[in-house]
């Protein structure tokens, strides 16, 4: 089988200005970005805030269409789509938002904002069968008893309960694929692994694939264990390939850099290991990238050809990619070392 969603050279763009009478500031926030999502597997996507991942995850939705299309849906143009086949791609990419409280309307309880798309994809004829259907997605994610959620106001809900509710909602019309962005960078730390859990089970459960968008590598270990991971910078995938290989031997600067900043609960491991000095820690204006590299000002072991050539993705081994001139050149850098 083909993948479920294929991104071919993804360019996104935005144009603004300060003001009627100012020039147009022009971002490219995502530039040639290529990735496969196949159904049942878990990809995690993480990277700096700013660097273009909740852009990306909006695109995979289609909720922003790229400036130049390249989205797939089995094999068809997702902006090419019309009537049911438009339809069906819409059910079956799903997004979590990373804001619960923002993501459901204030003025409607959680039954109004959770009915709507059951009524619009048919999946419920009345407001009973609606009932039905929320009461056993409810049971499904820890809300229990239904009665004490479905009435009430998101302002009423904590913070956990409201991504819960978010979650129960991609669900409820049978998705085969959720975009969650930060679904609980802003939930009590007691409560994370719950929901990462209960995103586990749902794949496992129902085959649903999940993009995991995240800056906590943590939690993007826990998750996507068995899946792959996407490093993104500035707009554009640095390394990709399976979690486990990725993590344990990072090949770009860049990753070395994130892992390196990451504490180290073992006290013996956390002395022995060298820090990876950085040129700078400030990252480039997205409005003025540099040339070459993106990372190249800040690398520590950039060259001249750096901030002239732009590398290429490019497989370095088996389901390995890395956008580095100098990968076979680096030291082999650890987790732990």
């Known amino acids: 089988m083909g993948p479920l969603i294929e991104l071919k050279n993804i360019q996104m763009i935005f144009e603004n200005r300060s003001s009627l009478f100012a020039q147009k500031r022009r971002v490219q926030a995502i530039e040639s970005v290529d990735m496969e999502i196949k159904e049942g597997q878990i990809y995690a996507l993480v990277g700096e805030s700013g660097c273009g991942k909740t852009t990306l995850g909006k695109i995979i ?186 993590l344990s031997k990072p090949r770009h600067p860049y990753l070395q850099a994130l892992l390196s900043a990451v504490p180290i609960p073992n006290p013996k491991i956390a002395r022995s290991m060298k820090p990876l000095p950085l040129k700078s820690l400030d990252m480039p204006d997205p409005t003025n990238p540099p040339s070459g590299c993106r990372f190249h000002p800040r690398c520590p072991y950039g060259e001249e050809r750096c901030s002239r050539e732009v590398p290429e993705l490019a497989a370095v081994e088996e389901d390995r990619f890395v956008a580095c001139h100098l990968v076979e050149k680096i030291p082999e850098w650890k987790w732990g070392q």
């Open 61 to 246: 939705c289609g909720l922003l269409k790229p400036s130049e299309e390249g989205v797939y849906f089995n094999g068809k143009n997702v902006w090419r789509l019309r009537g049911k086949e438009f339809t069906d791609y819409r059910r079956s990419v799903q997004l979590v938002h990373q804001d619960s409280y923002a993501a459901l309307n204030p003025a409607r309880t959680i039954f109004q904002s959770l009915s709507a798309p059951l009524f619009r994809y048919k999946i419920a004829k009345n407001r009973n069968e609606a009932y039905e259907h929320l009461e056993e997605l409810f049971e499904m994610v820890g809300l229990t008893p239904a009665e004490q959620f479905l009435y009430k106001y998101p302002h009423q809900l904590s913070g956990g309960q409201r991504q819960r509710i978010l979650l129960a909602r991609a669900l409820s019309i049978k998705p085969k694929l959720i975009v969650a962005d930060e679904p609980v960078s802003m939930v009590d730390v007691s409560l994370r692994i719950s929901l990462l859990n209960l995103m586990l089970d749902m794949n496992e459960k129902f085959g649903i694939s999940f993009v995991y968008i995240t800056h906590d590598l943590a939690t993007a270990r826990y998750i996507a264990a068995n899946g792959n991971i996407a490093v993104m910078y500035l707009g554009k995938i640095v390394e990709y390939g399976q979690l486990d290989n990725v």
